[in-house]
């Protein structure tokens, strides 16, 4: 069936450094996407979210790109710090307006 | 507080027991959903609920798991017989309506099945 999938399941960043967290999707009729953050023993947390008539959106110190073409997300995170440890997900609306996950990154920040 | 609250935060039960699993969305959300996440891995759509309209179900396991929804707010998810494959995280969101609104979680419920 249609999934969504993320290249890297692990990622380490030095402190202050730029992150780069990408995800593959493959329902081309899929049309918003979201990233979530989830800490150990909590809920995933929104992030951000993009439309598929988008193909950049910006936050505070995130970034996601959507490139429909070869369905393709990312996740750009900027000056990493502590606290963007986690674990990140794509997720994609998928079928009957249900979120269809990732397995997610684990995203490290090293002091 | 006005985020999506999940009760139990940890149930512990040995096979065979009913559970019931409850999630109070946030106020004013009419879309709710529940979501299951074993260890590791992504999460696992189960059923939706929209406003009054027929819940799509077409993420149930078995016809072991039910859940309500009663008076478009608090939600019940129901595992009757429980199996040691049913442990997991089993986590509730709710957004303001579907399809192009991020949907907010609750931290979960761990159910661990002895």
């Known amino acids: 069936g249609e999934s969504v999938g993320l290249h890297l399941p692990t990622l380490s960043v030095q402190e202050g450094d730029n992150s780069i967290i990408n995800c593959a999707y493959s329902n081309s009729a899929s049309d918003y996407f979201i990233w979530y953050k989830q800490e150990s023993g909590k809920g995933p947390q929104f992030i951000i979210d993009i439309r598929s008539n988008m193909d950049k959106r910006q936050g505070q110190r995130v970034t996601v790109l959507l490139n429909k073409t070869v369905k393709h997300l990312s996740l750009q995170i900027a000056a990493t710090q502590p606290g963007d440890s986690a674990v990140y997900f794509c997720?994609?609306?998928?079928?009957?307006?249900?979120?269809?996950f990732g397995q997610g990154t684990r995203l490290t920040i090293n002091p | 507080g006005a985020g999506v609250s999940q009760s139990p935060s940890n149930k512990v039960t040995e096979k065979g027991k009913d559970v019931e699993l409850r999630c109070d969305p946030i106020?004013?959300?009419?879309?709710l959903y529940w979501y299951r996440q074993s260890l590791g891995q992504g999460l696992e759509f189960l059923i939706y609920?929209?406003?009054?309209?027929?819940?799509?179900k077409s993420g149930l396991p078995s016809d072991r798991f039910s859940a309500e929804r009663t008076g478009g707010s608090v939600s019940t998810l129901t595992i009757q017989r429980t199996q040691q494959e049913d442990s997991a995280v089993y986590l509730c969101?709710?957004?303001?309506?579907?399809?192009?609104?991020?949907?907010?979680f609750g931290d979960g419920t761990r159910l661990s099945i002895l």
């Open positions: 106020s004013g959300h009419t879309a």
């Open positions: 997720a994609e609306i998928w079928g009957a307006q249900k979120l269809v």
């Open positions: 609920f929209q406003g009054n309209s027929a819940p799509d």
């Open positions: 969101a709710s957004s303001d309506r579907t399809g192009d609104q991020p949907q907010h």
